[in-house]
């Protein structure tokens, strides 16, 4: 479990995140959503501990990240797993050894057993065969599974993914929401992702943080968010004729 | 007048938070390794990429440099007082003293700086160095530190090849009509002081390390895209060739007078 107590963050004379606090649940896919310029990816950073926070406290099941010295942090580092807006792939290195990565930093496997795991990621994630293929070899879609087969090669207690679906088609979208709740359930991870897409939340959201200029607006499960009044949510949320019309048939 | 101290001051700030940066990441750059056997790779991959890969260009230069330098040399003695064979023993001090540790160095800071720059500053607009942090990895040791020892230990390798490529340009600029190549050897070997080859050395491990290491710093901490990472290197490569000069003088002072 992760909680989070009235963070803030300020770049120069701006605040970016205003005093947010909430929690994210073992096994549960929590969805942050928000227009851009929210202060989503921000939000993100700061939980991870790439951004350091102004205020306020980050627990990881009673760890505190603030107060955690660099070794710590690092130990902290290795249960989670991470899946960047860009996917972030070594350009240098082949799938294989971007999936890898973390192994050969910090594991005691041997080279088969290493190759084992890279396979059963790639696998999971439903890719085949592309183990010595470049990342720019690879369509956006592909890219993003083999980041998020980096993500759970080391088992990660954490998993976060930025945008996981942006500038995907709707359908391979949906398969990569799935296949992130499928890991959630089936690893048992704490899994928090940014997302502005509907689809998303419509599909995958158990717990969902709706942020507006940087604070906690709105707060609920994925059928509360459908019958909700709140109006920062309703114009978000129901901004397009589709959503519009499955809340009046809802 | 207020306007001039203002400025000068901010200047004044700007450089010394910079230089603060720069002292900051390097002390985080020399840390234990995560695990030395990915290190070693990465040395590896750098030392071949940033080293051997300059062999060609440092090879072509030094020939061609030595052979104008001699034709140059023998044109401006043109003295019946002065034998021929001086002319070999000014190029070898030219090559040695100069020539090959600081010229070499500034291309190589063209060549390498703007190369470790944009790699690393595309790392960090593409969020490869955010990857690399939140998996537990210390991004400064990983991506600096091979390539600071890379070139630390291959570039006086790589000097040494050019002294040596820069006399036989010498001597085949001599070969083709200039003077008698026998007198040539016989200036190359006259009032050889070994000392100038260690002070050579010395420079020359300053300067890759000077090249690495400012050319990681404007690369590791570039924000926005492309046009910033392009910027940075730009500007990657400007610093580092002020510091090799300004280190040459420094250090010639310290070795040499």
Not at chain 1, 201 to 218: L, N, P, T
Not at chain 2, 35 to 40: H, P, S, T, V
């Amino acid at each position: 479990m992760i909680e989070v107590r009235d963070i803030q963050k300020k770049f120069g004379d701006t605040t970016v995140l205003k005093g947010i606090t909430t929690s994210f649940r073992q096994g549960v896919t929590s969805l942050i959503i928000g227009e851009s310029g929210a202060g989503k990816t921000v939000f993100l950073k700061s939980l991870v501990g790439l951004h350091g926070i102004d205020q306020g406290e980050i627990f990881y099941d009673d760890r505190q990240l603030g107060k955690m010295n660099e070794d710590e942090q690092k130990a902290l580092r290795t249960e989670m797993g991470m899946v960047f807006q860009g996917n972030a792939l070594f350009d240098s290195l082949n799938i294989e050894e971007n999936v890898i990565f973390a192994l050969n930093m910090f594991s005691e496997m041997s080279a088969a057993e290493k190759k084992e795991r890279a396979d059963f990621c790639l696998e999971r994630v439903n890719l085949k065969g592309v183990n010595n293929r470049k990342p720019a070899e690879l369509s956006g879609g592909m890219k993003k599974r083999v980041a998020i087969a980096r993500a759970i090669a080391l088992n990660p207690k954490y998993l976060f993914c930025d945008e996981p679906n942006s500038g995907l088609d709707p359908r391979t979208a949906i398969l990569i929401d799935n296949l992130l709740q499928e890991i959630t359930h089936e690893f048992n991870i704490t899994t928090v992702i940014n997302t502005h897409d509907m689809n998303s939340v419509v599909e995958i959201g158990e717990h969902i943080i709706f942020i507006k200029d940087g604070a906690k607006a709105w707060e609920g499960g994925g059928e509360e968010i459908l019958h909700t009044d709140n109006k920062a949510v309703t114009d978000f949320v129901f901004s397009s004729e589709l959503f519009r019309k499955i809340r009046e048939k809802s | 007048m207020q306007n001039y101290f203002y400025f000068s001051d901010m200047f004044l700030i700007t450089w010394i938070r910079t230089l603060g940066r720069y002292w900051l990441m390097l002390s985080r750059t020399f840390r234990k390794p995560e695990n030395w056997n990915e290190y070693k790779k990465a040395f590896f991959r750098d030392l071949d990429h940033l080293g051997v890969d300059s062999l060609g260009i440092v090879a072509v230069i030094s020939i061609f440099v030595g052979a104008v330098v001699t034709i140059q040399t023998n044109y401006n003695l043109q003295d019946p007082l002065i034998p021929d064979y001086y002319v070999a023993l000014a190029v070898r001090e030219s090559i040695i003293l100069e020539f090959s540790p600081t010229i070499v160095s500034l291309i190589l800071a063209g060549k390498v700086g703007s190369n470790i720059a944009s790699t690393l500053g595309s790392m960090r607009v593409s969020e490869q160095i955010d990857a690399l942090e939140v998996m537990g990895v210390n991004p400064h040791a990983y991506l600096i530190m091979p390539k600071v020892v890379a070139l630390v230990l291959f570039n006086p390798i790589l000097i040494i090849i050019s002294m040596f490529l820069g006399v036989i340009g010498g001597y085949l600029a001599a070969y083709f009509g200039i003077f008698s190549t026998q007198d040539f050897i016989t200036g190359l070997q006259l009032e050889f002081n070994a000392y100038y080859v260690s002070y050579a050395l010395i420079k020359t491990v300053v300067f890759a390390f000077l090249i690495t290491s400012i050319s990681a710093f404007y690369g590791f901490f570039v924000k926005g895209g492309a046009i910033e990472v392009g910027v940075n290197a730009t500007k990657a490569v400007v610093s580092s060739s002020v510091a090799i000069i300004v280190a040459n003088y420094v250090l010639t002072q310290i070795l040499l007078v």
